[in-house]
Nanobody, 125 residues
Framework: QVHVVETGGGLVQAGDSLRLSCAAS????????MGWFRQAPGKEREFVAA????????YYADSVKGRFTISRDNGKNTVYLQMNRLKPEDTGVYYC??????????????????WGQGTQVTVSS
């Protein structure tokens, strides 16, 4: 499995920006599509963004499109999530995972991926 550690969360005001980082273990990081998910209090975990192995194709949830940007550095085994114009509804624990794929309209983590501990993002109004 690919293990990940997310960092970069914090408490910000609406309209501010944050950049999350996800450091992954293993020498085969570049072999996996990586994804970011989030879970708000009392809600299920939801897909936020994904990036293919080379970084050439990116996918976003409609709720973050135009505000968030996913990127990766395969040399550093790291995937990033740049979050701009944050809103209170962006509040939640953000997780990254390897080996993500879309089935129909649902994004899932495959057998080679695992969840990290997540990083808390809180956006005040």
């Amino acid at each position: 499995q690919v293990h990940v550690v997310e960092t970069g969360g914090g408490l910000v005001q609406a309209g501010d920006s944050l950049r999350l980082s996800c450091a992954a273990s293993g020498r085969t990081f570049s072999s996996y599509t990586m994804g970011w998910f989030r879970q708000a209090p009392g809600k299920e975990r939801e897909f936020v963004a994904a990036i293919t192995r080379s970084g050439s194709i990116k996918y976003y949830a409609d709720s973050v499109k135009g505000r968030f940007t996913i990127s990766r550095d395969n040399g550093k085994n790291t995937v990033y999530l740049q979050m701009n114009r944050l809103k209170p509804e962006d509040t939640g624990v953000y997780y990254c995972a390897a080996d993500v794929a879309r089935t129909g309209s649902t994004w899932q983590v495959g057998d080679l991926g695992s969840w990290g501990q997540g990083t808390q993002v809180t956006v005040s109004s």
